[in-house]
């Protein structure tokens, strides 16, 4: 990066949309760990499947197989809770992770969600339910100063 000249003292926002995934766990903890090596001020936003262990899961695993996708990070990190731990230890200093059921129903305004479920392609509202308990939105950041961190607004619940 240093080729193309990037300021490692800016604040970087990352978002990651269901890539860490298909990368093996030590890549992907690489990848997220250069974030808060290089960069003084970083935040990242990740949007991930999790859960993949139980019957919904093992579906999901195997719709990918059957495309010959493979999702080479997928056990490390299971759950809400691991993928809290994870970042921490990866050195972010602040960390939010909710599985998208949890967005939905606690940070979607009630007239958007009843837009939403309005929807044709919702109308199994369970289905639709079991499916956001299997992806998560993660929300971390590094600060480097501190009269920077009252900035950020923290979703807290």
């Keep these: 990066m240093e080729e193309i000249n990037i300021d490692y003292s800016k604040p970087t926002l990352v978002f990651a949309e269901c890539v860490l995934v298909y990368l093996p766990t030590k890549d992907s903890d690489a990848l997220i760990k250069f974030f808060t090596d290089k960069f003084s001020t970083v935040y990242m936003a990740n ?5 993949l262990n139980d019957q919904f899961g093992k579906m999901m ?7 010959h996708i493979d999702l080479l990070g997928i056990h490390e990190y299971p759950d809400v809770e691991s993928q809290k731990k994870r970042f921490a230890d990866l050195g972010y200093t602040n960390v939010e992770v909710y599985d ?3 967005v939905y129903n606690q940070y979607i305004d009630q007239d958007s969600r009843k837009r939403a479920e309005k929807l044709e392609f919702l109308d199994e509202l369970e289905e639709w339910w079991l499916i956001q308990k299997h992806y998560y939105l993660s ?3 590094k600060i480097k ?3 920077e961190k009252t900035k950020i607004v923290k ?3």
């Excluded at 695993?61 to 495309?67: A, T, V």
């Design 47 to 51: 949007w991930e499947m999790m859960k």
């Design 61 to 67: 695993i195997k719709n990918f197989e059957m495309r």
């Design 100 to 102: 998208m059921l949890v």
């Design 139 to 141: 929300l971390s950041s």
């Design 145 to 147: 100063d501190q009269d």
């Design 155 to 157: 979703i807290s619940t």
